[in-house]
């Protein structure tokens, strides 16, 4: 179980903004985590900008989903996992939206251009404290209360994006992502996927 | 990285020098029996390498140019052939040196990895015993270097993790003590984690048990359920914790009901319903040494998740896990069915 990204964006805008984010990438290796952490930062705002206000989506892609809560103040909470139930990671942001949304006012957030200017430590504690299953199990057990049928569920990116729209043409159009960022995406994607039988 | 050739490859490889990136390469893998393991990785073309340059270095963090090491391999090829067919014979040093590019490169070369295990086998008949020890750590530094690096092939090659089992047999018989218990965590968990459902990896943890190279404990199966509960779709390490629990319920009769505890606690919070975990917990309901109480818990915990579960593909999990248990549950074990079929 693992959780490689959490942020909370301002997806009342497009492109959305990033507000507060943290990655976790030491399962990736050194010299190509760079590209894997802006990949994330893309994925995130792509699945933010198209879940609507109250809404809950999770989102597979290759061996990772995105997780979205949605709130209806217009901003929306993001997590990236593997191996992951979605309950907890649901459970995870509610907590953190929850959190966000009582510290900061949103007269001080809504006017945010730019990704990572409003300083949120509290991100860095649930990315380390969430790895571990224990500790999924424990928040997933509090909030027992979250319906799980109300997480819209999606089998791939494809399927959130416009008629038309491929994850392929948005990665090459993004400003998120360097020409290294979108030449490794390429060669990542024929990695083999073996030993998935179960 | 694919061993595949783009295009753009193999029409360089004609280009630079193949000799200085062997030279470059094989250095890294000059003899080393301590010190931290490498996290190798092979970069292709979408991290293009400045001329003349093989390896990007980190720390331990090392990242080889896939077109280097291509054109150092044919160099080690062509060694290997000569010594092989005669026409060149080489020295133990060099043969180590070229095969290690060549496993680097190709995982499974089985030529390679047995002219390793030829040098190091002439050598216990003229090195001193200090000398060999040496160099069968050495072989082992390479070896888990290989295993846990971000390499998608190597981490669950079967000749590499064959070779490991030979080396470890060399090790006991010359009295040279092996740590299986960090075998496991620094080893075995990585190469899990690194290759998921990773068969040689957890085959390698029942090698070390069988042999009696690492003693089934309340501690190793910590360490196990842990590493299960993080990995919770991982059937291979739910398959070595069923083992372990098999291992050790004679001298531990609790064990396998604290076990069989945790694992539901999870499940339950998490409202897991992957395949991976449901067959390890229907097996160990339906295994003679799980009590009747913690299999009427499964069974009645399956079938409330098939209710409230809304997806046709974890009914199908849930449904065929709970008729499983009910089918081999009532049966009796096989040693007596075998004794019944012979004395009707």
Same mark, same amino acid.
């Given at each position: 179980m693992k959780v490689y990204y959490i942020g909370v964006l301002d997806n009342s805008k497009q492109p959305a903004v990033v507000l507060a984010g943290e990655h976790e990438l030491s399962d990736f290796s050194r010299f190509t985590r760079n590209e894997y952490a802006n990949f994330m930062t893309m994925i995130g705002k792509t699945v933010a900008e198209r879940t609507r206000p109250g809404q809950r989506q999770s989102v597979q892609e290759q061996d990772y989903v995105v997780h979205c809560y949605a709130r209806s103040e217009g901003v929306a909470g993001v997590i990236i996992t593997k191996d992951y139930p979605n309950i907890a990671a649901h459970s995870v942001l509610s907590k953190l939206m929850d959190e966000f949304l009582a510290e900061k006012p949103l007269a001080s957030i809504q006017g945010k251009t730019k990704d990572n200017?409003? &300083?949120? &430590? !509290?991100? @860095?504690?649930?990315?380390? !404290?969430?790895?571990? $299953?224990?500790?999924? $199990? $424990?928040?997933? !057990?509090?909030?027992?209360?979250?319906?799980?049928? @109300?997480i819209v569920l999606h089998k791939a990116i494809d399927s959130v994006l416009q008629r038309g729209e491929k994850l392929d043409d948005l990665v090459a159009k993004s400003g998120d992502l360097s020409a290294q960022s979108k030449a490794f995406y390429k060669t990542a994607k024929k990695q083999n996927s073996c030993c998935v039988v179960m | 990285m694919s061993r595949a050739l783009e295009g753009e490859l193999a029409a360089s490889l004609k280009s630079g020098d193949p000799t200085a990136a062997y030279d470059a390469i094989s250095e890294l893998f000059a003899p080393n029996t301590d010190g931290d393991l490498l996290e190798l990785?092979?970069?292709?073309?979408?991290? /293009?390498?400045p001329d003349g340059c093989y390896l990007l270095r980190d720390g331990c963090a090392v990242a080889v140019s896939k077109l280097g090491l291509v054109q150092a391999f044919l160099v080690c090829k062509k060694i290997l052939t000569a010594h092989l067919d005669g026409s060149k014979p080489r020295k133990g040093e060099e043969l180590l040196a070229a095969t290690a590019v060549m496993l680097l490169m190709d995982p499974e070369h089985l030529t390679a990895a047995n002219t390793r295990k030829?040098?190091?086998?002439?050598?216990?008949? #003229?090195?001193?015993? /200090?000398?060999l020890e040496t160099t069968f750590k050495a072989e082992k530094h390479f070896l888990d270097n290989l295993l846990t690096s971000r390499l998608h092939r190597h981490t669950k090659s079967p000749t590499l993790w064959a070779h490991l089992q030979w080396l470890l047999r060399v090790f006991v018989s010359m009295g040279i003590p092996v740590d299986g218990l960090s075998d496991i965590r620094k080893v075995v968990f990585v190469a899990g984690e690194r290759h998921p459902r990773n068969y040689y990896a957890w085959n390698h943890a029942r090698f070390l048990i069988k042999t009696g190279l690492l003693t089934p404990s309340e501690d190793l199966l910590g360490l196990v359920i842990k590493w299960c509960a993080g990995h919770h779709? =991982?059937?291979?390490?739910?398959?070595?914790?069923?083992?372990?629990? =098999?291992?050790?319920?004679? #001298?531990? /009769?609790?064990t396998v009901h604290r076990t069989f505890e945790e694992v539901v606690t999870l499940v339950q919070s998490l409202r897991l319903t992957n395949e991976s975990v449901w067959v390890f917990l229907r097996t160990l309901a339906a295994s003679p040494f799980t009590g009747d109480a913690d299999t009427s818990q499964f069974l009645s915990i399956a079938r409330s998740f098939i209710e409230i579960s809304s997806f046709s593909s974890d009914h199908d999990v849930l449904r065929s896990a709970l008729e499983w248990c009910e089918t081999y549950r009532a049966m009796p074990p096989l040693a007596d069915a075998v004794v019944t079929q012979r004395n009707p």
């Open positions: 200017e409003v &300083p949120f &430590p !509290k991100l @860095k504690e649930y990315i380390v !404290k969430y790895q571990d $299953s224990n500790e999924a $199990s $424990s928040i997933a !057990k509090i909030q027992q209360e979250l319906d799980e049928t @109300k | 990785e092979i970069l292709g073309r979408s991290h /293009p390498f030829r040098v190091l086998q002439e050598r216990m008949s #003229s090195w001193s015993s /200090p000398a779709t =991982d059937t291979s390490g739910w398959s070595f914790l069923y083992f372990l629990l =098999d291992n050790t319920r004679s #001298s531990s /009769p609790f």
